[in-house]
């Protein structure tokens, strides 16, 4: 498979604090990894990096052989919290107030997949926060960008709605080929979704998991799924 | 069904009228006050002869001719005033330079009561139109100013780095994310550089004019023409009402989405 992100020698400091040490990655396309840690490890600092919301201290990242030194318009963030424009339409949000025929079209087609083409032209206010999460993956999804990165997009939702986007969003990535890259701190949730989890410790990425039961609801499936939690919990929990 | 619909159309008529109450009470309780000779008329007039006054003031062409001319004065100062506060508001809610240019100067002259200046202007602009326009935009300046400045730089960040992540040019960035969220803050500063606007001319036509509403309550002062003096402050409140609804129907119109 070809290679999309190439995350060379990164390090990021903040003043003295390195909050990234030395970190090299390859994601290929297609790809679905996850990126997990504790709170403050870094794994956020590196998608913002890939996003090109921050640029690295030092090392290089790249996308399809171009180096990331600015927003990153190949690729698509979708944050924690939804960043939906409350005074634009569902619509509009995905358009960004555009009134070109494709857009729309474009916008319908997403809406319609994501389950929400009913609430097209209301404004945001009026929906639940799952549904704003279905809007902002179907915002990310506009313009059909090469890389999607889930900067913890399902922290703030209860776990049933938070169970039907992990579908939602494992369905759609598969059906459109995505390459994504997944920050959480939800171990479950990063083996539910990703065939690779990237674990991040003390600023350091420090061990890759091939997840070969990504996907997969079966009763064996999730015994497997659950050896691989444990076994990144103890990665994680242990003492260095 | 139908009973629940009528009665909601009665309410909603109902609490349509409830804010004139007031007023239309204290107005009704003011003519009894009158007629049963609880207040002196030739020192408070009825209203119903302030209104009587209103009425041949329109006909002999005096009172649409101060009104307009005060309107006159109010709007240009406030297109003035109230278009330097948003221009200078915007460029250092943006523009950093801008900031450190410009900021510090004006929060020492915003600190400054506009209405002290009235000898100064006076001084150097006469007693013209010029100077009570002034006198007018100096004074929807720093409302506008204030409130501008300070929407654009508290639009929530995080919805700039979505509009950046997600490649906006910096006029779809602005005219998508910064502008509709500083929205609300500027159509507060509207508010106030509205109500400043009024207060303003009013001051200023009171000190020195020759025409205009304030002139007509100063020149009815000399003569001791209560009615007509009430006359104006009758219409100072009506103005002032009609301000406060045009802003409030803008904020309608602009902030539907609230």
Redesign the interface.
């Given at each position: 498979m070809q290679e999309l992100i190439t995350v060379e020698d990164v390090t990021k400091k903040y003043g003295n604090k390195t909050a990234l040490g030395n970190a090299n990655l390859k994601i290929e396309q297609g790809e679905f990894v996850a990126l997990v840690g504790m709170s403050g490890s870094g794994k956020t600092t590196l998608l913002r990096m890939i996003?090109?919301?921050e640029q690295p201290t030092s090392g290089q990242i790249r996308q399809a052989g171009q180096v990331v030194d600015s927003?990153?318009?190949n690729a698509?963030?979708m944050?924690q919290?939804d960043?939906l424009?409350?005074?634009?339409s569902v619509r509009e949000n995905l358009t960004?107030?555009e009134h070109s025929k494709k857009d729309i079209t474009e916008a319908d087609s997403l809406l319609n997949l994501v389950g929400l083409d009913e609430y097209a032209d209301v404004?945001p206010?009026k929906l639940s926060g799952g549904q704003k999460q279905r809007v902002a993956l179907a915002?990310a999804l506009m313009s059909h960008p090469k890389l999607l990165l889930l900067d913890e997009p399902l922290g703030a939702l209860d776990a049933l709605t938070r169970l039907n986007m992990q579908d939602l969003i494992l369905q759609i990535c598969r059906k459109r080929n995505f390459t994504t890259l997944l920050v959480t701190h939800d171990i479950n949730e990063a083996v539910r979704m990703a065939n690779r989890i990237i674990v991040v410790k003390n600023s350091m990425i420090v061990r890759q998991v091939e997840n070969p039961y990504q996907g997969q609801d079966s009763v064996d499936a999730e015994a497997k799924q659950t050896g691989i939690v444990n076994d990144i919990l103890h990665t994680i929990y242990e003492k260095d | 069904m139908e009973e629940t619909k009528s009665k909601n159309k009665i309410n909603s008529i109902l609490m349509q009228l409830l804010p004139w109450t007031i007023p239309v009470a204290l107005i009704i309780l003011w003519q009894i006050a009158v007629d049963v000779g609880w207040i002196t008329s030739s020192f408070i007039p009825s209203p119903l002869s302030v209104l009587a006054n209103g009425v041949s003031l329109w006909k002999s062409g005096e009172l649409p001719k101060n009104i307009s001319i005060s309107l006159y004065r109010a709007l240009v100062g406030f297109a003035i005033g109230g278009g330097l506060g948003f221009i200078l508001g915007f460029l250092n809610g943006v523009s950093k330079v801008m900031r450190a240019l410009f900021d510090t100067t004006i929060q020492m002259l915003r600190n400054i009561p506009h209405l002290a200046l009235i000898p100064v202007v006076i001084l150097v602009l006469g007693i013209g139109e010029t100077a009570k326009i002034s006198l007018v935009a100096i004074g929807c300046l720093f409302p506008m100013y204030i409130n501008t400045y300070h929407g654009i730089t508290s639009v929530d960040p995080h919805l700039i780095e979505m509009g950046k992540s997600y490649g906006l040019s910096k006029y779809k960035l602005f005219s998508k994310v910064i502008f509709p969220g500083a929205l609300p803050t500027i159509l507060m500063g509207v508010r106030y550089a509205l109500g400043v606007m009024w207060t303003t001319l009013i001051v200023a036509e009171t000190v020195s004019a020759d025409s205009g509403i304030g002139y007509m309550s100063t020149n009815a002062q000399q003569f001791m023409n209560m009615k007509t003096i009430f006359l104006c402050i009758i219409i100072y409140a009506i103005l002032g009402k009609l301000s406060d609804f045009i802003a409030k129907t803008l904020e309608n119109i602009l902030l539907d989405w609230r």
């Open positions: 996003a090109g919301l927003i990153n318009t698509r963030v944050f919290d960043r424009l409350p005074w634009l960004f107030g404004y206010e915002r | -």
